[in-house]
């Protein structure tokens, strides 16, 4: 069923436009609909009178089911019962000929078949700023839909104009193939809508209701995300809840194995596309999210990790990033530590556990990849060297927990050989990002390490005076874990998976200039709140990242600049 997009201002566009892959002399714009069109193309210059063609794709993977709140459904299936595919089309034209450092103005606009033009607003587009530049650039992450989202992108606006250009370390959304999560979820607080000043979303705080509308920072701002493990679905299926597909990803061995009995059936030509797409649909892939963005795509692992410059910063883009399992280890819970009991006979049923997407240990291609992006005069001439993924090295979080590694399954069976139980464990002194990838980033000058994932903001040094910041307090939290607030851990374990504070050994920081209280009336060194929300911006005029609270229980109150620090080694 095709349904009318919710889209308030400009309603024939499913987004406003958006900018991706700035060169020295052109940039992206990017747009979607919900009509393929006759049409669409850019008009730009200071009399719009210039004009590029867009080329128009469609999105191969976009749904909504039951879950969706979409249009009418406000409640699980009252208009989808079953995922149901949703066509979207996306428009990419490339502006050409353009200044460094110059801005113009431009528009977007799609044609449908009847010869109805639909237009947006008139924003403006540059090409890549030049060295020397100064550039704010907002540093976030986690946006998952969550309440406090478009709160907090509106206060961004708010007390930094202008955005010129937005990190995000990745989980971007919840469901990464649910069309409406990116476009129009009717709660008001959809990914483009919250960064592009069009969400309305009603935020109660103590009884107290506020609508934000976002931020407008994408239609002029270009976007380089990271990707997290809410861009990555599992095993894909035509009757399973999308959730349910989300939670289902194998690893990618498991595929390709499985694939490698049957090719012979199902792929008789050898076709490496079909190869491909089966062993995705069996595994796990980030298709909607590269299908939506425009990223370099030069590494091995194509738009999944990736370089950039941006006046005086180079920006390094990781994959890193794992299935997230609950850590319960109750028979029935297919967790991060255990199979569940009933599965035990049947491997395909398994979750291996919290197995990482793409491989960052030393001898990887992602691995090898950076090793020589590191090396290279972009690189090491940059005055500002910043490395960004999802998954925390540091973090009083809770996701920090158990180590990035994957996991040794260990099978423990019964005397005839029946199985008794299927465990994982994860070594700390394997933990990827702590033993192999943070040397190689200290010893390549890295000044700034920036991710995300566990839902608060916390920042620690090195001693060696790299920085690392946690900025993913955006729209809710999943707590802060020190003193005597503990995670979820198995007991007996403790060498591996630490309970409270940093595995990696450093301590947190206090906020240099306001820092919350705890209620012993102590200096908090991080804030993990479901009322306040926290952004970070680099502003590379000065070096100095300074990161901003505000409390939404107090909708008329200030935005607190409450720390700051500079990158610089
Ligand atoms: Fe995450």
Same mark, same amino acid.
């Given at each position: 069923?095709?349904?009318?997009?919710?889209?308030?201002?400009?309603?024939?566009?499913?987004?406003?436009?958006?900018?991706?892959?700035? $060169?020295?002399?052109?940039?992206?714009?990017?747009?979607?609909?919900?009509?393929?069109?006759?049409?669409?193309?850019?008009?730009?210059?200071?009399?719009?009178?210039?004009?590029?063609?867009?080329?128009?794709?469609?999105?191969?993977?976009?749904?909504?089911?039951?879950?969706?709140?979409?249009?009418?459904? @406000?409640?699980?299936?009252?208009? &989808?019962?079953?995922?149901?595919?949703?066509?979207?089309?996306?428009? !990419?034209?490339?502006?050409?000929?353009?200044?460094?450092?110059?801005?113009?103005?431009?528009?977007?606009?799609?044609?449908?078949?009847?010869?109805?033009?639909?237009?947006?607003?008139?924003?403006?587009?540059?090409?890549?700023?030049?060295?020397?530049?100064?550039?704010?650039?907002?540093?976030?992450?986690?946006?998952?839909?969550?309440?406090?989202?478009?709160?907090?992108?509106?206060?961004?606006? !708010?007390?930094? =104009?202008?955005?010129?250009?937005?990190?995000?370390?990745?989980?971007?959304?919840?469901?990464?193939?649910?069309?409406?999560?990116?476009?129009?979820?009717?709660?008001?607080?959809?990914?483009?809508?919250?960064?592009?000043?069009?969400?309305?979303?009603?935020?109660?705080?103590?009884?107290?209701?506020?609508?934000?509308?976002?931020?407008?920072?994408?239609?002029?701002?270009?976007? /380089?995300?990271?990707?997290?493990?809410?861009?990555?679905?599992?095993?894909?299926?035509? @009757?399973?809840?999308?959730?349910?597909?989300?939670?289902?990803?194998?690893?990618?061995?498991?595929?390709?194995?499985?694939?490698?009995?049957?090719?012979?059936? *199902?792929?008789?030509?050898?076709?490496?596309?079909?190869?491909?797409?089966? *062993?995705?649909?069996?595994?796990?892939?980030?298709?909607? &999210? !590269?299908?939506?963005? %425009?990223?370099?795509?030069?590494?091995?692992?194509?738009?999944?990790?990736?370089?950039? $410059?941006?006046?005086?910063?180079?920006?390094?883009?990781?994959?890193?990033?794992?299935?997230?399992?609950?850590?319960?280890?109750?028979?029935?819970?297919?967790?991060?530590?255990? =199979?569940?009991?009933?599965?035990?006979?049947?491997?395909?049923?398994?979750?291996?556990?919290?197995?990482?997407?793409?491989? *960052?240990?030393?001898?990887?291609?992602? &691995?090898?990849?950076?090793?020589?992006?590191?090396?290279?005069?972009?690189?090491?001439?940059?005055? +500002?060297?910043?490395?960004? /993924?999802?998954?925390?090295?540091?973090?009083?979080?809770?996701?920090?927990?158990?180590?990035?590694?994957?996991?040794?399954? *260990?099978?423990?069976?019964?005397?005839?050989?029946?199985?008794?139980?299927?465990?994982?464990?994860?070594?700390?002194?394997?933990?990827?990002?702590?033993?192999?990838?943070?040397?190689?980033? !200290?010893?390549?000058?890295?000044?700034?390490?920036?991710?995300?994932? %566990?839902?608060?903001?916390?920042?620690?040094?090195?001693?060696?005076?790299?920085?690392?910041?946690?900025?993913?307090?955006?729209?809710?939290? +999943?707590?802060?874990?020190?003193? @005597? $607030?503990?995670?979820?851990?198995?007991?007996?374990?403790?060498?591996?998976?630490?309970?409270?504070?940093?595995?990696?050994?450093?301590?947190?920081?206090?906020?240099?200039?306001?820092?919350?209280?705890? @209620?012993?009336?102590?200096?908090?060194? +991080?804030?993990?709140?479901?009322?306040?929300?926290?952004?970070?911006?680099?502003?590379?005029?000065?070096?100095?990242?300074?990161?901003?609270?505000?409390?939404?229980?107090?909708? =008329?109150?200030?935005?607190?600049?409450?720390? =700051?620090?500079?990158?610089?080694?």
């Amino acid at each position: 069923m095709l349904l009318a997009p919710l889209f308030p201002v400009g309603a024939g566009l499913l987004t406003d436009p958006f900018l991706q892959l700035p $060169t020295a002399n052109s940039v992206r714009v990017v747009w979607f609909t919900e009509f393929a069109g006759r049409e669409s193309f850019v008009q730009y210059g200071s009399n719009l009178d210039q004009t590029t063609i867009a080329q128009t794709t469609q999105l191969s993977r976009m749904r909504e089911d039951q879950r969706s709140r979409v249009d009418n459904q @406000e409640e699980d299936g009252q208009v &989808y019962t079953q995922p149901t595919d949703r066509p979207i089309w996306r428009h !990419e034209a490339e502006v050409q000929g353009l200044t460094p450092s110059q801005r113009i103005p431009y528009r977007v606009g799609s044609m449908r078949d009847n010869g109805r033009m639909e237009w947006s607003g008139r924003y403006t587009l540059a090409a890549v700023p030049a060295p020397g530049q100064p550039l704010k650039i907002l540093l976030t992450s986690d946006h998952q839909l969550m309440p406090m989202t478009p709160a907090n992108l509106q206060k961004v606006t !708010e007390t930094i =104009e202008p955005i010129d250009a937005v990190f995000l370390a990745g989980d971007l959304v919840n469901i990464p193939d649910r069309a409406s999560e990116w476009f129009d979820d009717n709660r008001g607080g959809a990914f483009f809508p919250s960064l592009q000043g069009r969400a309305n979303r009603l935020l109660e705080q103590n009884g107290v209701g506020t609508r934000y509308r976002g931020g407008k920072i994408l239609q002029s701002a270009p976007l /380089f995300p990271a990707l997290g493990n809410h861009e990555v679905m599992g095993r894909f299926s035509t @009757e399973l809840p999308l959730n349910e597909q989300y939670n289902d990803p194998v690893p990618i061995e498991n595929a390709v194995a499985l694939y490698a009995k049957i090719a012979a059936q *199902i792929n008789p030509g050898n076709d490496p596309a079909i190869a491909q797409t089966w *062993i995705k649909n069996h595994s796990f892939n980030s298709d909607t &999210y !590269e299908e939506i963005f %425009s990223l370099p795509n030069t590494s091995p692992g194509g738009e999944k990790y990736y370089a950039i $410059t941006l006046g005086d910063v180079r920006l390094i883009s990781l994959d890193a990033c794992n299935t997230w399992r609950v850590p319960s280890l109750e028979p029935n819970a297919r967790g991060r530590y255990r =199979e569940r009991d009933v599965d035990l006979s049947d491997a395909n049923k398994w979750g291996y556990g919290q197995h990482i997407f793409e491989p *960052i240990a030393p001898g990887s291609p992602q &691995y090898s990849w950076l090793e020589a992006e590191l090396n290279r005069p972009e690189f090491q001439q940059a005055k +500002y060297k910043i490395v960004m /993924f999802h998954h925390p090295p540091h973090s009083l979080g809770d996701n920090v927990v158990p180590p990035y590694t994957n996991p040794t399954q *260990i099978i423990d069976r019964f005397p005839d050989g029946q199985i008794k139980s299927v465990r994982y464990e994860y070594p700390i002194g394997r933990d990827y990002l702590l033993r192999d990838l943070m040397p190689l980033l !200290e010893k390549a000058g890295v000044q700034l390490v920036f991710y995300g994932h %566990s839902h608060l903001w916390n920042r620690f040094d090195s001693p060696g005076g790299m920085h690392f910041l946690e900025s993913s307090n955006v729209g809710n939290t +999943y707590g802060a874990f020190l003193g @005597e $607030t503990r995670r979820s851990i198995p007991i007996g374990f403790q060498p591996n998976y630490v309970p409270s504070g940093d595995p990696g050994g450093l301590t947190a920081i206090v906020p240099s200039i306001s820092a919350l209280l705890d @209620e012993n009336g102590k200096p908090q060194p +991080y804030i993990a709140s479901n009322e306040i929300t926290v952004f970070s911006i680099l502003d590379t005029a000065t070096g100095l990242v300074s990161s901003y609270r505000f409390d939404a229980r107090q909708p =008329e109150g200030d935005v607190v600049r409450f720390d =700051e620090f500079q990158i610089v080694r």
